[in-house]
C-alpha cells in the first residue's frame, strides 16, 4: 500500500473512531457498521485492528448510554486525530502511608485544564489506579476511599 492510501485510511479511522463516541448511527446502519467493525477485528492480519476494536466499544457505548454530551476541545481532538485516545499522568506515592483522595477533585482540575467547564463532562471522565505490579485500586463512584501500599515499602502506585 502506499504511504498516501496508508495514511488516508489511517485518518479515516481516526474520523470514524470520532464519530463513534460523538454520534448515534442510525438502527438501520447499526447492524452493518457493527458487523464491519467485528470484521475487521477478528481477521488475523488485518491492519487497523486495534481502532476498529476502539471503534467498536465507542459505538456500543454510544447506543448504550448516548454520545458524549461533552465534545472535544481542540486539544483532545488534536490528540485524537494524532491517535491517541487517552492521557496518562504518572503520580508516585511513596510506600507504608494511606491516602484519602477525591478523585471528583482530581477529573474537575483536569477538565478544567483541558477547558471543559460544563458539569456533565465529568461524568465522561474516570480515574483508576495500578500499582507497579498490576494491581489496582478500586474506585467507587467518584472517591478513591484509600489506597494503600499492598505489597511493600517500594510499591509505587500510577494513575
Not at 485492528?49 to 461533552?70: H, M
Not at 486539544?75 to 496518562?88: F, I, T, Y
Not at 467507587?140 to 515499602?153: E, K, L, M, V, Y
Request: proline share 3%; charged share 20%.
Amino acid at each position: 500500500m502506499c504511504i498516501l492510501c496508508s495514511d488516508s485510511c489511517q485518518r479515516g479511522w481516526r474520523l470514524l473512531y470520532i464519530l463513534t463516541a460523538f454520534h448515534r448511527c442510525s438502527d438501520v446502519m447499526k447492524p452493518f457498521l457493527l458487523k464491519f467493525l467485528q470484521d475487521a477485528c477478528a481477521s488475523p492480519g488485518v491492519q487497523y485492528q486495534g481502532i476498529a476494536k476502539a471503534c467498536e466499544q465507542n459505538l456500543r457505548r454510544t447506543f448504550q448510554y448516548g454520545g458524549r454530551v461533552q465534545y472535544p476541545n481542540s486539544m483532545e481532538l488534536k490528540a485524537m486525530l494524532a491517535g491517541r485516545s487517552s492521557k496518562r499522568q504518572l503520580f508516585l506515592l511513596p510506600g507504608e502511608k494511606h491516602y484519602i483522595i477525591v478523585a471528583l477533585d482530581v477529573i474537575e482540575e483536569l477538565c478544567s485544564e483541558m477547558g471543559l467547564h460544563r458539569v456533565e463532562a465529568l461524568d465522561e471522565y474516570a480515574i483508576f489506579l495500578v500499582t507497579h505490579r498490576g494491581n489496582f485500586c478500586e474506585i467507587a463512584g467518584r472517591n478513591i476511599h484509600r489506597c494503600t501500599n499492598q505489597h511493600s515499602a517500594n510499591t509505587e502506585s500510577t494513575g
